[in-house]
C-alpha cells in the first residue's frame, strides 16, 4: 500500500501533467475570440485590465471622451465620475493576476480582443487541471483523464467559458477548488473553511450557487466534533466573503444587488418578462425545454 506521502506527491504530478496537457488547449479554445465578444465579458476585460495596469477599477480610461451618464453599453454604469463594468468584483479580481502577467496593453474594445479571449482559455484549462486532481483522488487517473477531456471538447466548456471573461468563467474555478477541498474535508476537516472560501467565492461571482456554501456549512455543524469550533469557523468564512461582495456591490453601484440592479429591478426594460424570477407551471415546463433560463420561447 502506498504512503501517504507517496499519493500527494503522485497527485502533485499528475496536476502538473495535466496542466501541461491542458496549456495546449489554450490556443485552441482561443482561435476564435468572438465566441466570447459580447458587452459583459469585454466589461469584465477592461475593468481586470484597468486594475491590472492602474490599480483602478474605473474603465473610463478607456472612453475618453464620455461623458457621466452617457449610454455606452449596457454592461457599463456609471457611478459618479467614474465607470464600472456591471460584472462582479470578485469575478474581476479572478482575472486580474492573469492581465498583470500579459502586461495589457490598450483594448480594441470595438472588436474581439485576442488577450481577453488568452485569458478565458488560460483560466478554463487551470480549472480543468484542479478537476482532474479532484477526480482523480476520487476515481482513480484513467477514469478522471477521460472525464475530463470528455469536457474539455465535447460541451460548452470550449465555445462559452473558454471563450470569454464570463462569470461562470471565473465562478467555475473556485466551484471546482472548493468542491475538491470539501471531498476531503471529512477526513480532514481543516479543509472545511478552505472549501468555504472557494465556494463562497465561487458565490460572489455567480450568485447561482449560494446553495454550495450554505450547505457546506451545514455538513461542517453536522460532521465536526465538540464546541462547533471548525464549523463556527466555516460559517464566519461563509458570511465574511459575502459581506465583503455586498459592500463591494454597494461601495461600487450603489446597491447590494450590484450593476445588474436594473436587470433586477426593471427586467421588463430588458426582456419580455414581468419578474426576474417566475414559478408559474410555464416556466417550470421551461425548465425542461430550457434548463438554462428555463423559458419556453
Known amino acids: 500500500m502506498s504512503s501517504p506521502g507517496a499519493i500527494a506527491v503522485a497527485r502533485v504530478g499528475l496536476g502538473a501533467a495535466l496542466l501541461a496537457c491542458l ?12 465566441l466570447g465578444f459580447v458587452w459583459e465579458t469585454t466589461s469584465a476585460g477592461l475593468a481586470a485590465r484597468s486594475l491590472a495596469r492602474g ?11 464620455a461623458e457621466p451618464g452617457q449610454q455606452i453599453g449596457y454592461a457599463l454604469r456609471w457611478r459618479g465620475e467614474a465607470l464600472h463594468s456591471i460584472e462582479p468584483l470578485s469575478s474581476i479580481l479572478t482575472f486580474t493576476p492573469f492581465f ?18 488568452r485569458i478565458a482559455a488560460e ?44 462569470q461562470h468563467t471565473s465562478a ?8 475538491f477541498a470539501w471531498s476531503h474535508a471529512h ?7 478552505l472549501a468555504a472560501a472557494a465556494l463562497a467565492l465561487a458565490t460572489a461571482c455567480r450568485p447561482i450557487f449560494v446553495v454550495a456554501p450554505l450547505l457546506l456549512v ?25 459581506g ?3 459592500a463591494a456591490n454597494a461601495w461600487i453601484h450603489g446597491s447590494l444587488l450590484g450593476g445588474r440592479v436594473d436587470f433586477v429591478e426593471s427586467p421588463g426594460r430588458y426582456a419580455d418578462v414581468a419578474s426576474y424570477f417566475g414559478l408559474s407551471p410555464l416556466a417550470w415546463v421551461g425548465l425542461l425545454v430550457s434548463p438554462s433560463r428555463g423559458s419556453p420561447k
Open 23 to 34: 496549456a495546449l488547449l489554450v490556443p485552441l479554445y482561443a482561435a476564435n475570440p468572438s
Open 244 to 246: 465583503l461582495a455586498l
Open 172 to 179: 467555475a474555478l473556485w466551484l471546482v477548488t472548493g468542491l
Open 100 to 117: 498583470a502577467l500579459h502586461r495589457p496593453t490598450p483594448p480594441t474594445i470595438r472588436a474581439p480582443d485576442p488577450l481577453d479571449a
Open 218 to 242: 451545514v455538513d461542517a455543524w453536522r460532521d465536526t466534533g465538540p464546541g462547533r469550533g471548525r464549523a463556527l469557523g466555516t460559517l464566519a468564512v461563509v458570511a465574511g466573503i459575502g
Open 187 to 193: 477526513d480532514r476537516p481543516r479543509l472545511y473553511p
Open 55 to 65: 490599480g483602478d477599477l474605473s474603465v473610463r480610461e478607456f472612453f475618453p471622451l
Open 123 to 166: 483560466v478554463t484549462a487551470l480549472t480543468l487541471a484542479v478537476l482532474g486532481v479532484w477526480l482523480a483522488s476520487l476515481v482513480g487517473a484513467s477514469r478522471a483523464v477521460v472525464v475530463v477531456v470528455v469536457i474539455a471538447l465535447a460541451t460548452s466548456v470550449r465555445t462559452i467559458q473558454g471563450a470569454g471573461l464570463w
